[in-house]
Protein backbone atom coordinates (compact mmCIF):
# COMPACT_ATOMS: atom_id res chain seq x y z
CA UNK A 1 0.00 0.00 0.00
CA UNK A 2 2.80 2.79 1.03
CA UNK A 3 4.54 1.93 -2.38
CA UNK A 4 1.13 2.54 -3.97
CA UNK A 5 1.01 6.08 -2.03
CA UNK A 6 5.01 6.81 -2.65
CA UNK A 7 4.55 6.21 -6.67
CA UNK A 8 1.05 8.52 -6.15
CA UNK A 9 3.26 11.88 -4.30
CA UNK A 10 5.76 10.82 -7.27
CA UNK A 11 3.03 11.15 -9.81
CA UNK A 12 2.00 14.50 -8.10
CA UNK A 13 5.32 16.21 -8.35
CA UNK A 14 6.17 15.20 -11.93
CA UNK A 15 2.85 16.29 -12.59
CA UNK A 16 3.37 19.61 -11.22
CA UNK A 17 6.79 20.02 -12.66
CA UNK A 18 4.73 19.66 -16.08
CA UNK A 19 2.35 22.04 -15.29
CA UNK A 20 4.85 25.12 -14.96
CA UNK A 21 5.91 24.34 -18.49
CA UNK A 22 2.69 24.17 -19.74
CA UNK A 23 1.90 27.78 -18.39
CA UNK A 24 5.45 28.77 -19.21
CA UNK A 25 5.18 28.16 -22.81
CA UNK A 26 1.67 29.64 -23.04
CA UNK A 27 3.21 32.98 -21.69
CA UNK A 28 5.82 32.86 -24.30
CA UNK A 29 3.42 32.39 -27.16
CA UNK A 30 0.66 34.56 -25.57
CA UNK A 31 -1.55 32.01 -25.80
CA UNK A 32 -4.40 30.74 -23.30
CA UNK A 33 -5.66 27.47 -22.43
CA UNK A 34 -8.68 26.47 -21.15
CA UNK A 35 -9.60 23.15 -19.39
CA UNK A 36 -12.72 21.74 -20.15
CA UNK A 37 -14.34 18.92 -18.05
CA UNK A 38 -17.42 16.89 -17.49
CA UNK A 39 -19.15 13.76 -17.48
CA UNK A 40 -19.56 11.83 -20.61
CA UNK A 41 -22.42 13.19 -22.96
CA UNK A 42 -23.09 16.34 -20.57
CA UNK A 43 -22.62 18.41 -23.86
CA UNK A 44 -18.30 19.23 -24.11
CA UNK A 45 -18.24 19.30 -27.84
CA UNK A 46 -21.75 20.78 -28.79
CA UNK A 47 -20.43 23.85 -26.35
CA UNK A 48 -17.22 23.50 -28.05
CA UNK A 49 -19.01 24.33 -31.57
CA UNK A 50 -21.25 26.96 -30.19
CA UNK A 51 -18.33 28.83 -28.97
CA UNK A 52 -15.97 28.38 -31.67
CA UNK A 53 -18.63 30.06 -34.30
CA UNK A 54 -19.25 32.76 -32.01
CA UNK A 55 -15.23 33.70 -31.47
CA UNK A 56 -14.04 32.26 -34.20
CA UNK A 57 -13.71 35.94 -36.20
CA UNK A 58 -11.95 37.22 -33.06
CA UNK A 59 -9.76 34.46 -31.69
CA UNK A 60 -7.72 32.07 -33.62
CA UNK A 61 -9.14 28.80 -31.74
CA UNK A 62 -7.45 25.40 -31.47
CA UNK A 63 -9.07 22.45 -29.62
CA UNK A 64 -7.37 19.54 -27.93
CA UNK A 65 -9.87 16.53 -27.49
CA UNK A 66 -8.78 13.93 -25.51
CA UNK A 67 -10.56 10.59 -25.56
CA UNK A 68 -9.94 7.08 -24.51
CA UNK A 69 -10.14 6.03 -28.04
CA UNK A 70 -11.66 7.81 -30.58
CA UNK A 71 -12.17 10.86 -33.04
CA UNK A 72 -15.22 11.60 -33.69
CA UNK A 73 -15.35 14.89 -31.89
CA UNK A 74 -12.35 16.08 -33.70
CA UNK A 75 -14.30 15.57 -36.99
CA UNK A 76 -17.22 17.82 -35.49
CA UNK A 77 -14.60 20.45 -34.62
CA UNK A 78 -13.39 20.73 -37.76
CA UNK A 79 -16.38 21.37 -39.36
CA UNK A 80 -16.82 24.72 -37.26
CA UNK A 81 -13.49 25.55 -38.89
CA UNK A 82 -11.09 25.06 -35.94
CA UNK A 83 -8.19 23.54 -35.75
CA UNK A 84 -8.48 19.96 -33.79
CA UNK A 85 -5.74 17.71 -32.14
CA UNK A 86 -7.11 14.31 -31.82
CA UNK A 87 -5.25 13.15 -27.86
CA UNK A 88 -6.27 9.23 -27.68
CA UNK A 89 -5.19 8.68 -23.67
CA UNK A 90 -4.20 5.20 -23.99
CA UNK A 91 -6.99 3.95 -21.56
CA UNK A 92 -5.99 6.85 -18.99
CA UNK A 93 -8.99 8.52 -17.42
CA UNK A 94 -7.73 11.82 -17.93
CA UNK A 95 -5.87 14.15 -19.30
CA UNK A 96 -1.98 14.91 -16.98
CA UNK A 97 0.35 18.20 -17.83
CA UNK A 98 2.72 15.94 -19.37
CA UNK A 99 0.09 15.09 -21.96
CA UNK A 100 -0.80 18.21 -22.10
CA UNK A 101 2.70 20.14 -23.08
CA UNK A 102 3.50 17.14 -25.75
CA UNK A 103 0.44 18.23 -27.55
CA UNK A 104 0.64 21.97 -27.33
CA UNK A 105 4.21 21.18 -28.16
CA UNK A 106 2.72 19.61 -31.85
CA UNK A 107 1.21 22.92 -32.43
CA UNK A 108 2.89 26.02 -33.83
CA UNK A 109 1.40 28.14 -30.91
CA UNK A 110 1.83 31.23 -32.66
CA UNK A 111 -0.74 30.18 -35.04
CA UNK A 112 -3.52 30.46 -32.14
CA UNK A 113 -5.18 32.59 -29.46
CA UNK A 114 -7.13 29.99 -27.79
CA UNK A 115 -6.66 26.77 -27.10
CA UNK A 116 -9.84 24.62 -25.59
CA UNK A 117 -8.73 21.29 -23.93
CA UNK A 118 -11.81 18.97 -23.80
CA UNK A 119 -10.92 16.50 -21.09
CA UNK A 120 -12.16 13.00 -21.17
CA UNK A 121 -15.97 12.50 -20.05
CA UNK A 122 -15.90 12.04 -16.07
CA UNK A 123 -16.50 13.26 -12.82
CA UNK A 124 -13.51 12.35 -10.88
CA UNK A 125 -9.64 12.17 -12.14
CA UNK A 126 -9.85 14.86 -14.09
CA UNK A 127 -10.56 17.13 -11.26
CA UNK A 128 -7.47 15.76 -9.59
CA UNK A 129 -4.73 16.92 -12.30
CA UNK A 130 -3.39 20.14 -12.99
CA UNK A 131 -2.73 20.84 -16.66
CA UNK A 132 -1.66 24.28 -16.39
CA UNK A 133 -4.68 25.79 -18.02
CA UNK A 134 -5.53 28.88 -17.66
CA UNK A 135 -8.67 28.52 -16.39
CA UNK A 136 -11.26 25.26 -15.39
CA UNK A 137 -14.53 25.07 -16.69
CA UNK A 138 -16.89 22.43 -15.67
CA UNK A 139 -20.21 21.54 -17.30
CA UNK A 140 -22.89 20.00 -15.14
CA UNK A 141 -25.73 18.36 -17.53
CA UNK A 142 -29.59 19.11 -15.65
CA UNK A 143 -30.25 15.23 -16.34
CA UNK A 144 -27.50 14.27 -14.34
CA UNK A 145 -29.16 16.44 -10.91
CA UNK A 146 -28.90 18.91 -9.36
CA UNK A 147 -27.24 16.52 -5.90
CA UNK A 148 -24.33 15.95 -8.10
CA UNK A 149 -22.10 18.36 -6.05
CA UNK A 150 -22.47 16.08 -2.90
CA UNK A 151 -21.17 13.21 -4.99
CA UNK A 152 -18.26 14.45 -7.16
CA UNK A 153 -16.76 17.26 -4.78
CA UNK A 154 -13.74 17.94 -5.86
CA UNK A 155 -14.96 18.72 -9.12
CA UNK A 156 -16.93 21.45 -8.33
CA UNK A 157 -14.20 22.82 -5.33
CA UNK A 158 -11.67 22.82 -8.53
CA UNK A 159 -13.32 24.69 -10.88
CA UNK A 160 -13.38 28.40 -11.86
CA UNK A 161 -16.92 28.34 -14.12
CA UNK A 162 -19.81 25.47 -13.34
CA UNK A 163 -21.73 25.72 -17.27
CA UNK A 164 -25.41 24.07 -16.25
CA UNK A 165 -26.11 22.88 -19.60
CA UNK A 166 -29.53 21.29 -21.83
CA UNK A 167 -31.39 23.84 -18.79
CA UNK A 168 -34.16 23.76 -21.54
CA UNK A 169 -34.92 20.34 -20.25
CA UNK A 170 -35.13 21.49 -16.80
CA UNK A 171 -38.82 21.11 -16.16
CA UNK A 172 -38.63 17.18 -17.51
CA UNK A 173 -36.10 16.42 -15.39
CA UNK A 174 -36.73 18.17 -11.97
CA UNK A 175 -34.00 20.28 -11.92
CA UNK A 176 -34.03 23.19 -9.31
CA UNK A 177 -30.94 25.20 -10.34
CA UNK A 178 -31.26 27.23 -6.88
CA UNK A 179 -30.42 23.58 -4.93
CA UNK A 180 -27.26 23.00 -7.19
CA UNK A 181 -26.36 26.54 -6.04
CA UNK A 182 -27.07 25.61 -2.66
CA UNK A 183 -25.26 22.47 -3.08
CA UNK A 184 -21.81 24.25 -4.92
CA UNK A 185 -22.03 27.37 -2.51
CA UNK A 186 -19.82 25.20 0.42
CA UNK A 187 -17.67 24.05 -1.64
CA UNK A 188 -16.33 26.78 -4.23
CA UNK A 189 -17.75 30.30 -3.32
CA UNK A 190 -15.96 31.77 -6.24
CA UNK A 191 -17.70 29.36 -8.72
CA UNK A 192 -19.25 31.44 -11.66
CA UNK A 193 -22.67 29.56 -12.22
CA UNK A 194 -23.95 29.96 -16.00
CA UNK A 195 -26.77 27.89 -16.86
CA UNK A 196 -27.26 27.37 -20.88
CA UNK A 197 -28.70 25.39 -23.91
CA UNK A 198 -25.89 24.50 -26.36
CA UNK A 199 -28.61 22.94 -28.33
CA UNK A 200 -31.12 26.18 -28.33
CA UNK A 201 -28.06 28.48 -28.25
CA UNK A 202 -29.87 30.12 -24.71
CA UNK A 203 -27.47 31.57 -21.96
CA UNK A 204 -24.49 30.99 -24.57
CA UNK A 205 -23.86 34.53 -24.77
CA UNK A 206 -23.42 34.84 -20.86
CA UNK A 207 -21.01 32.06 -20.90
CA UNK A 208 -19.00 34.04 -24.06
CA UNK A 209 -19.26 37.21 -21.74
CA UNK A 210 -17.44 35.49 -19.08
CA UNK A 211 -14.78 34.14 -21.20
CA UNK A 212 -14.34 37.49 -22.84
CA UNK A 213 -13.92 39.15 -19.66
CA UNK A 214 -11.24 36.29 -18.70
CA UNK A 215 -9.51 36.93 -21.86
CA UNK A 216 -8.98 40.62 -21.29
CA UNK A 217 -8.06 40.59 -17.66
CA UNK A 218 -5.21 38.09 -19.18
CA UNK A 219 -4.04 40.57 -21.52
CA UNK B 1 7.18 5.66 -16.87
CA UNK B 2 8.55 2.05 -16.69
CA UNK B 3 7.79 1.95 -12.86
CA UNK B 4 4.05 2.93 -13.36
CA UNK B 5 3.60 0.50 -15.85
CA UNK B 6 5.32 -2.54 -13.20
CA UNK B 7 2.84 -1.28 -10.45
CA UNK B 8 0.06 -1.19 -12.64
CA UNK B 9 0.69 -4.77 -13.46
CA UNK B 10 1.17 -6.05 -10.05
CA UNK B 11 -2.26 -3.88 -9.00
CA UNK B 12 -4.10 -5.83 -11.58
CA UNK B 13 -2.73 -9.08 -10.29
CA UNK B 14 -3.74 -8.24 -6.96
CA UNK B 15 -6.89 -7.03 -7.97
CA UNK B 16 -7.16 -11.15 -9.57
CA UNK B 17 -6.43 -12.37 -6.17
CA UNK B 18 -9.01 -10.60 -4.25
CA UNK B 19 -11.72 -10.91 -7.32
CA UNK B 20 -11.43 -14.93 -6.52
CA UNK B 21 -11.76 -14.65 -3.12
CA UNK B 22 -14.95 -12.30 -3.22
CA UNK B 23 -16.64 -15.62 -5.89
CA UNK B 24 -14.90 -18.12 -3.21
CA UNK B 25 -16.95 -15.88 -0.37
CA UNK B 26 -20.01 -15.34 -2.59
CA UNK B 27 -20.11 -19.33 -3.62
CA UNK B 28 -19.92 -20.28 -0.14
CA UNK B 29 -22.58 -18.41 1.04
CA UNK B 30 -25.26 -18.72 -1.90
CA UNK B 31 -24.81 -14.88 -2.65
CA UNK B 32 -24.55 -13.05 -5.99
CA UNK B 33 -23.36 -9.85 -6.17
CA UNK B 34 -23.96 -7.57 -9.46
CA UNK B 35 -21.86 -4.95 -10.50
CA UNK B 36 -23.75 -1.52 -11.96
CA UNK B 37 -21.75 0.61 -13.48
CA UNK B 38 -22.82 4.32 -15.28
CA UNK B 39 -22.01 7.99 -15.90
CA UNK B 40 -22.91 10.33 -13.34
CA UNK B 41 -26.74 10.95 -13.04
CA UNK B 42 -27.01 7.95 -15.35
CA UNK B 43 -29.68 6.85 -12.70
CA UNK B 44 -27.61 3.61 -10.96
CA UNK B 45 -29.66 4.53 -7.58
CA UNK B 46 -33.45 5.42 -9.22
CA UNK B 47 -33.07 1.85 -11.35
CA UNK B 48 -32.40 -0.26 -7.57
CA UNK B 49 -35.48 1.72 -6.14
CA UNK B 50 -37.44 0.08 -8.89
CA UNK B 51 -35.47 -2.99 -8.65
CA UNK B 52 -35.90 -3.75 -4.80
CA UNK B 53 -39.66 -2.09 -4.98
CA UNK B 54 -40.16 -5.26 -6.90
CA UNK B 55 -38.12 -7.68 -5.80
CA UNK B 56 -37.43 -7.55 -2.32
CA UNK B 57 -40.70 -10.11 -1.75
CA UNK B 58 -38.43 -12.75 -3.61
CA UNK B 59 -35.07 -11.74 -2.67
CA UNK B 60 -33.06 -10.20 0.38
CA UNK B 61 -31.62 -8.17 -1.14
CA UNK B 62 -28.36 -5.28 0.35
CA UNK B 63 -26.51 -2.22 -1.72
CA UNK B 64 -22.65 -1.74 -1.70
CA UNK B 65 -22.76 2.26 -2.59
CA UNK B 66 -19.95 3.34 -3.39
CA UNK B 67 -19.28 7.30 -3.75
CA UNK B 68 -16.06 9.35 -2.79
CA UNK B 69 -16.99 11.05 -0.63
CA UNK B 70 -21.32 11.02 0.18
CA UNK B 71 -23.89 9.37 1.98
CA UNK B 72 -27.19 10.63 -0.29
CA UNK B 73 -27.37 7.40 -2.39
CA UNK B 74 -27.62 5.11 1.05
CA UNK B 75 -30.01 7.15 2.09
CA UNK B 76 -32.61 6.74 -0.78
CA UNK B 77 -31.88 2.86 -1.03
CA UNK B 78 -32.78 2.75 3.02
CA UNK B 79 -35.83 4.29 2.27
CA UNK B 80 -36.91 1.53 0.04
CA UNK B 81 -36.40 -1.37 2.83
CA UNK B 82 -33.31 -3.05 1.37
CA UNK B 83 -30.21 -2.72 3.27
CA UNK B 84 -27.54 -0.30 2.57
CA UNK B 85 -23.38 -0.11 2.73
CA UNK B 86 -22.17 2.98 2.34
CA UNK B 87 -18.38 2.81 1.29
CA UNK B 88 -16.13 5.53 0.66
CA UNK B 89 -13.31 5.12 -1.84
CA UNK B 90 -11.68 7.94 -0.50
CA UNK B 91 -10.73 9.67 -3.79
CA UNK B 92 -10.45 6.53 -5.54
CA UNK B 93 -12.67 6.92 -9.42
CA UNK B 94 -13.55 2.79 -9.37
CA UNK B 95 -14.43 -0.30 -6.69
CA UNK B 96 -11.57 -2.61 -6.63
CA UNK B 97 -11.86 -6.32 -5.87
CA UNK B 98 -10.59 -5.54 -2.10
CA UNK B 99 -12.71 -2.73 -1.67
CA UNK B 100 -15.39 -4.95 -2.48
CA UNK B 101 -14.10 -8.20 -0.35
CA UNK B 102 -14.07 -6.00 2.61
CA UNK B 103 -17.26 -4.66 2.54
CA UNK B 104 -18.81 -8.09 1.22
CA UNK B 105 -17.17 -9.25 4.54
CA UNK B 106 -18.80 -6.75 6.70
CA UNK B 107 -22.10 -8.21 6.06
CA UNK B 108 -23.53 -11.49 6.91
CA UNK B 109 -23.95 -12.72 4.01
CA UNK B 110 -26.20 -15.50 4.86
CA UNK B 111 -28.65 -12.66 5.73
CA UNK B 112 -28.75 -11.98 1.87
CA UNK B 113 -29.42 -13.36 -1.63
CA UNK B 114 -28.64 -10.55 -3.98
CA UNK B 115 -25.95 -7.97 -3.19
CA UNK B 116 -25.96 -4.83 -6.08
CA UNK B 117 -22.81 -2.89 -6.22
CA UNK B 118 -23.19 0.66 -6.99
CA UNK B 119 -19.82 1.77 -8.40
CA UNK B 120 -18.46 5.04 -8.84
CA UNK B 121 -20.54 6.71 -11.59
CA UNK B 122 -17.66 7.00 -14.16
CA UNK B 123 -17.52 5.15 -17.52
CA UNK B 124 -13.90 4.96 -17.82
CA UNK B 125 -12.11 3.55 -14.81
CA UNK B 126 -14.61 0.75 -13.57
CA UNK B 127 -14.83 -1.33 -16.53
CA UNK B 128 -10.54 -1.74 -15.86
CA UNK B 129 -11.55 -3.48 -12.47
CA UNK B 130 -12.92 -7.09 -12.29
CA UNK B 131 -14.43 -6.96 -8.50
CA UNK B 132 -15.88 -10.50 -8.96
CA UNK B 133 -19.00 -9.30 -9.57
CA UNK B 134 -21.42 -12.35 -11.08
CA UNK B 135 -22.63 -10.00 -13.72
CA UNK B 136 -22.05 -6.31 -14.87
CA UNK B 137 -24.31 -4.26 -15.71
CA UNK B 138 -24.21 -0.67 -16.87
CA UNK B 139 -26.58 1.99 -17.95
CA UNK B 140 -26.44 4.53 -20.27
CA UNK B 141 -28.78 7.23 -20.18
CA UNK B 142 -30.45 8.75 -23.44
CA UNK B 143 -29.09 12.84 -22.65
CA UNK B 144 -25.44 11.32 -23.13
CA UNK B 145 -25.97 10.12 -26.68
CA UNK B 146 -26.31 7.01 -28.94
CA UNK B 147 -22.30 7.67 -30.17
CA UNK B 148 -20.87 6.94 -25.96
CA UNK B 149 -20.14 3.42 -27.02
CA UNK B 150 -17.06 4.66 -29.83
CA UNK B 151 -15.70 6.99 -26.68
CA UNK B 152 -15.48 5.00 -23.99
CA UNK B 153 -15.38 0.89 -25.84
CA UNK B 154 -14.10 -0.44 -22.64
CA UNK B 155 -16.77 -0.29 -20.71
CA UNK B 156 -19.09 -1.61 -23.46
CA UNK B 157 -16.99 -4.42 -24.05
CA UNK B 158 -16.88 -5.87 -20.21
CA UNK B 159 -20.56 -5.35 -19.95
CA UNK B 160 -22.95 -7.92 -20.08
CA UNK B 161 -26.01 -5.81 -20.09
CA UNK B 162 -26.66 -2.35 -21.16
CA UNK B 163 -29.93 -0.51 -20.01
CA UNK B 164 -30.65 2.22 -21.88
CA UNK B 165 -32.01 4.84 -19.13
CA UNK B 166 -34.28 7.68 -19.32
CA UNK B 167 -35.68 6.26 -22.91
CA UNK B 168 -38.92 8.33 -22.38
CA UNK B 169 -36.66 11.39 -23.32
CA UNK B 170 -35.52 9.65 -26.67
CA UNK B 171 -37.37 12.26 -29.27
CA UNK B 172 -35.74 15.55 -27.18
CA UNK B 173 -32.28 14.56 -27.07
CA UNK B 174 -32.75 12.96 -30.47
CA UNK B 175 -31.45 9.62 -29.54
CA UNK B 176 -31.30 6.42 -31.96
CA UNK B 177 -31.29 3.59 -30.37
CA UNK B 178 -30.61 1.51 -33.75
CA UNK B 179 -27.71 3.57 -33.86
CA UNK B 180 -26.79 2.81 -30.75
CA UNK B 181 -27.28 -0.84 -31.01
CA UNK B 182 -24.95 -0.49 -34.39
CA UNK B 183 -22.15 1.21 -32.13
CA UNK B 184 -22.66 -1.63 -29.50
CA UNK B 185 -22.48 -4.80 -31.93
CA UNK B 186 -18.36 -4.62 -32.88
CA UNK B 187 -17.70 -3.73 -29.16
CA UNK B 188 -20.06 -6.85 -27.73
CA UNK B 189 -21.89 -9.17 -29.52
CA UNK B 190 -23.39 -10.96 -26.81
CA UNK B 191 -24.56 -7.97 -24.43
CA UNK B 192 -28.13 -7.60 -23.62
CA UNK B 193 -29.58 -4.36 -24.56
CA UNK B 194 -33.13 -3.13 -22.63
CA UNK B 195 -34.13 0.15 -22.99
CA UNK B 196 -36.31 1.38 -19.54
CA UNK B 197 -37.15 4.29 -17.88
CA UNK B 198 -36.36 4.56 -14.34
CA UNK B 199 -38.51 7.83 -14.10
CA UNK B 200 -41.56 6.27 -15.63
CA UNK B 201 -41.14 2.72 -15.14
CA UNK B 202 -41.41 1.05 -18.97
CA UNK B 203 -39.18 -1.91 -19.67
CA UNK B 204 -38.29 -2.29 -15.86
CA UNK B 205 -40.20 -5.23 -16.32
CA UNK B 206 -38.08 -6.82 -19.06
CA UNK B 207 -34.84 -6.05 -16.88
CA UNK B 208 -36.53 -8.25 -14.32
CA UNK B 209 -37.57 -10.66 -16.76
CA UNK B 210 -33.24 -11.02 -17.78
CA UNK B 211 -32.07 -10.66 -14.12
CA UNK B 212 -34.61 -13.53 -12.98
CA UNK B 213 -33.40 -15.27 -15.69
CA UNK B 214 -30.20 -14.96 -14.47
CA UNK B 215 -30.87 -15.96 -11.29
CA UNK B 216 -32.40 -18.84 -12.18
CA UNK B 217 -29.24 -20.47 -14.70
CA UNK B 218 -27.30 -19.22 -11.41
CA UNK B 219 -29.27 -21.70 -9.04
Known sequence: MSEIIEVKAGIEAENEKYAAEVRKL?????????????????????L????????????RIAVLEADVD???DAKRIEAH?????????????HMD??????????????EYDLIFLENVGNLVCPAEFDTGADLKVMILSVPE????????PLMFQVTDCVLVNKIDTDEIFDFDLQKLEKNIAPLNEHAKIIPISAFTG???EN??????EKLMEWK
Open 145 to 152: GDDKPLKY
Open 202 to 204: SGV
Open 81 to 93: GAKALQIHTGGSC
Open 70 to 72: ADV
Open 97 to 110: AAMTLKALQSLNLN
Open 48 to 59: LEQTIDRLKGAY
Open 207 to 212: WLVYLR
Open 26 to 46: LRETHTRLINLMASPGAGKTS
